[in-house]
């Protein structure tokens, strides 16, 4: 363990803040894991090749056309209609085909929780007691056209390839249509035990076809994650020979060297380090290997090797710190605003905070509270000068639920789903009232593909679309679509109610 003498002199000791605001507790997303064994979800992931193809292009623009749908909705397809990309780039596409979609439905202007009636196409969408003040479903705006019209994207993580969901039409569809989802992260497969299962041993094959797929449905990709303490392979969870500082970093760096020289700008963001943070009240550093073995000069050894790839390769990726509970004024949010400001001191650059958001009807920060955070975060200049910017990156609103994966149990009442509409709407809005929030990002779509259920025991219903029928059958949308909608179109101050 590093002293804090060392601490200090790395300039990566960090003090707990006080905070003008007492800050409820935390989400607790910390699933036990110290040893890169996730968190038992039952999904296999397994790969077939696929060539690797770079983009240049990092930047999205607000120029994406949101009226060329002629029909109303987000709902699903039988088979999957990938849209025709215009460009071989990773950016949005300013004419893009919807795929194919058939829903009437639309948000009643009239309150009706009950009202829950399939369409004739299999997709019914819950009603809330909300109703959007902008109406939203009786246009043809999605949720990304509603976020690319205010120069921000809206995307989703995706557990793919090799898991249930890459071969769920209905799951695919939705994904693919880029009305709703222009922006995509990896949930899984850009992590170290899949991309270095042997020591120097790269193995791209799966995380390749994920970034043709993403480039095919014209996706900004958000690369996730280049240090974590989870999901390591066990040549590096438990060496033959234990670890040193030095052998360590030299292992991160190459690690970092190779998979940004591969994906090279494919990659819009890289969240480079993640969750370095314990959730506690006084924000100490998590006892990860990473730590235990170099102290925290392993963050800053990992943004020096991801600048140096991005010198070495010419690449314009940012360079990401991403975490949770750091997403409103709190002590774990303060350790990241100074984890930032000390890298810029030492002259390294940091791009951008991941906020990561996962969130529960019982525990979401208020509008005020996510935007001043971002406020904190994006005031911060990196060590170019440049304001940092922020990002949602993992965003979902678990609710009580004891029912099976594919269908709410009655414990999701409808003053619950209102409760996940309003928190949607909150964090989506928090993002698009602030200038610096480039876009959010949803840790999957579909319940049935959820990470929730299986680490919080007794949630679940967390997503914006649940399959009543099971995996490879109609998408239902929730009403937390439509919030998210208006919290992209309503940036003047007000609320969704
Ligand atoms: O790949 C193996 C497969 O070989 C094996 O047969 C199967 C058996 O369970 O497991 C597969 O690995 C699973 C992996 O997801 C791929 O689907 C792991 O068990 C499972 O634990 C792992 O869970 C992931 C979790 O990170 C790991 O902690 C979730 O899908 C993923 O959504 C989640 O994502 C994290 C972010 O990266 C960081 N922020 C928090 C977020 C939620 O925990």
Known sequence: ??????????????????FASPVPQGNGNDNGCKNGQGNGLSKKCTSTSSSTSRSTSTSFSTSQSTSTSTSTSRSTAVTPTPTTPSSTSA????????????????????????????????????????????????????????AVAIGKYFGTAADIPGTGAASDPYYLAGLNNIHNFNQITPANIMKWQYLEPQQNVFDFTGADQFVALAKTNQKIIRCHTLNWYQQLPNWLSNPATPWTNETLMDVLVNHIDQVMGHFGDSCYAWDVVNEVFNDDATATWRDTIWYRTSGPSFVSVAFRAANAAKAKYGLKTKLYYNDYNIEYLYPKSNMAQQLVANLTTQGINVDGVGLQ??????????????????AAFTALKNAKGVNIEVAVTELDVRVPDTGSLFAPSASVTAAIQNQQVQFYWNTVNACATTAGCVGVTVWDFVDTYSWIPSTFAGTGFGDLYYQPGGANSPLVGKAAIDAIIDGFQNVQPGTYA
Do not use: E
């Not at 363990?1 to 006080?18: D, E, F, I, Q």
């Not at 929780?113 to 003040?133: D, N, Q, R």
């Not at 996962?358 to 509008?367: D, E, G, Q």
């Open 357 to 374: 958001s996962h969130f529960a009807n019982t525990f979401t920060p208020s509008l005020s509270s996510q935007q001043q955070n971002m």
């Open 1 to 18: 363990m590093p002293s804090v003498r060392s601490l200090l002199a790395l300039g990566l000791l960090v003090t707990p803040a006080v």
């Open 91 to 146: 950016a949005p596409s300013t004419t893009v085909a919807p795929t194919s979609i058939s829903s009437t439905s639309a948000v009643s202007s009239t309150p009706s929780p009950s009202s829950t009636a399939p369409s004739s196409s299999g997709f019914k969408l819950l009603t809330p007691t909300k109703t959007a003040t902008t109406g939203p479903l009786a246009s043809a705006t999605g949720m990304a056209d509603a």
